[in-house]
């Protein structure tokens, strides 16, 4: 289907699909207001048991896909059931602790090539195959904000205990939310591992952190589409300027984040420009004008 | 003590400060209990301890025959209790109706078949909280923000999505703090209609007017305690409740000049 894109053009859009979908597992866990630092843990799970499966055995880029996700995700349950046992800052401590432990076992276990890492991994999901990646995630993730789970989850961020009294079970969603975006990470760290061919423990590190963060961040918690477009965004402006890799790639993210929580706090999904427009694209249906005031006297129906 | 809801010698301190001793207190069904007493009174922490938010050192708490003193939160909601908050507590930044849709969580959850990503405005959900903003007089205002509207009127928008949870117990902690007397007569209206069908009702509130109208009995709560218990005019008329209460209130204001 995308034959026709050149081989490095194909190889810059996979990799800026695979760090979209990076950032949109954590984008997600802000959403119902978890601050995880453990995204660099849960991509290198991926991206090793992809590598290690397909290189050490004879199994197909698939398997080792579908490995990398399923053990990133069950790793995020487990963690998710202690580590949500800490709030706020501590939370993030805790979770950054797990992703460093991550590098540091990959880095000295012999099994994935303590730090001369993995080479020679077999590529897997092709430039069509993460496009089509990328857009059902999208499309679940608009589902997920069009239904009742999804205010839920937005209620949860804005006060957790006033969802829990009305009903909502917070504890559950925020684990399945994690344990779901520790796939999705691990997803994209295996498609990521698949696509370069080689991986080292160096590369989950700080600057996976802040890359990420920074196109979460100043994408916000209003809209999935704030941090696609962040995301998109950055990336552009990457290949125009030609900065990536170089030290003025994290300088454009400080000065980026710094700018937005000065001029949007909460993203740029959140900001009063986006409000604006979206509130004018979206077909608002007007106020249903409650035509009640009869009924006020039974309004209350457990029979409704 | 029957009821539908039933505390029993409930004791909690904080540190040194024994903020409940040893209380006990019932609503039955359809019925109003007011609760009154000078701030630090308890009031709220017995609120918090019924719906789990702080445990109990000592005591129970009875729900439908059903001791719920270690029940986890999330599951009072579908116990059939709901509670407002004396600090409002509001999803801030999203809509009335948005704020209303989450009082319905459980009953989207309910529905069959259970759908994963069932449809978050479902026109029956939503007519349905229409008729609650209509009856707490918001309905012009569904989709304005919440945190755009004055005190009273995000007041009436917690009572709302407390009702959203259809209770058959509300707890309501100062309902009516910061309304203009219009309002605060609407809303005592109101509790006297939810009341009227069946649901019990612990009104914790200052203004001894709502009480007298709206509750068929008043607890004056002291130091933890529940000092006397009757019927309102009974209540209120009893020297040692009025010297206990305004008593305290003369001195809260007098520290707060």
Redesign the interface.
């Known amino acids: 289907m995308f034959n026709w894109v050149p081989a490095y053009q194909a190889f810059e859009i996979s990799s800026t699909l695979i760090t979209l979908l990076i950032v949109l597992s954590v984008s997600t866990l802000f959403e119902c207001g978890i601050f995880s630092l453990a995204v660099g843990g849960f991509v290198a799970i991926g991206g090793y048991s992809a590598g290690v499966l397909t290189t050490k055995t004879s199994a197909t880029p698939a398997l080792g896909m579908m490995l990398g996700t399923v053990l990133s995700a069950g790793v995020a349950l487990v963690l998710g059931l202690v580590v949500f046992r800490l709030k706020g800052i501590y939370l993030a401590l805790g979770t950054f602790a797990f992703a460093q432990l991550v590098l540091l076992l990959a880095s000295n276990w012999e099994l994935t090539g303590s730090v001369n890492g993995i080479y020679g991994i077999p590529p897997g999901l092709g430039l069509g195959g993460l496009v089509l990646a990328v857009v059902a995630l999208c499309i679940v993730l608009q589902l997920l904000r069009a239904s009742y789970r999804g205010r839920a989850i937005r209620a949860i961020r804005l006060s957790e205990r006033t969802a829990e009294a009305l009903g909502v079970h917070v504890a559950r969603y925020r684990l399945v939310l994690f344990a779901l975006c520790g796939g999705l990470a691990g997803f994209a760290g295996a498609c990521n591992a698949q696509l370069v061919g080689v991986i080292s423990a160096d590369q989950y590190g700080f600057s996976l952190l802040v890359t990420v963060f920074a196109f979460a961040l100043v994408g916000g918690t209003g809209h999935w589409l704030g941090p696609v477009l962040a995301t998109v965004f950055f990336t552009v402006l990457q290949q125009v300027l030609g900065y990536s890799g170089s030290q003025w790639e994290q300088f454009a993210y400080g000065v980026a984040v710094i700018l937005v929580v000065a001029l949007a706090p909460n993203g740029i999904s959140e900001s009063t420009p986006w409000r604006w427009t979206a509130a004018r694209l979206g077909k608002r249906r007007p106020a249903r004008r409650a035509s009640l005031p009869l009924e006020l006297h039974s309004p209350l129906g457990r029979d409704t | 003590m029957t009821g539908l809801l039933r505390v029993q010698e409930v004791t909690k301190s904080f540190g040194g400060v024994r903020a409940l001793r040893s209380l006990s207190l019932g609503v039955g069904e359809g019925e109003v209990v007011g609760l009154v007493g000078p701030n630090g009174a308890g009031k709220t922490t017995l609120i918090n301890v019924i ?1 789990g ?1 702080t445990r109990a050192d000592e005591g129970s708490v009875v729900l439908d025959d059903r001791d719920i003193t270690r029940v986890r ?6 116990l059939g209790l ?2 407002t ?1 004396q600090t409002l ?6 809509s009335v109706l ?1 704020n209303v ?6 009953s ?2 309910a529905r069959r078949p259970s759908m ?6 479902a026109s ?3 007519e ?1 909280a ?6 707490l007089d918001l ?5 304005q923000n919440v945190s755009d509207l004055p005190y009273g009127v995000r007041r009436r928008v917690e009572i709302a ?1 407390a ?4 209770p058959r117990t509300l707890l309501l902690d100062e309902p009516t703090a910061g309304m203009s007397t219009e309002e605060s007569d609407a809303v005592g209206e109101l509790i006297s ?2 009341a009227g ?1 069946g ?1 019990g009702v612990l009104l914790v509130d200052h203004n001894p007017a709502l009480i007298a109208d709206t509750c068929s009995r008043v607890g004056v709560l002291v130091e933890g305690s529940v000092m006397a218990m009757g019927e309102p005019a009974e209540v209120f008329a009893m020297p040692e409740v009025r010297s206990a209460y305004l008593g305290s209130e003369v001195e809260v204001s007098h520290r707060a000049t």
């Open positions: 719906t938010y939160a999330h599951l009072l909601a579908s709901a509670r908050f507590q509001l999803f801030e930044n999203t948005d849709l989450v009082g319905r969580h459980l989207f959850a994963w990503f069932r449809r978050g405005n029956g959900q939503r349905l229409h008729k609650l903003l209509a009856l309905a012009g205002l569904a989709d999505r009702l959203a949870v259809e209609q939810v069908r649901t």
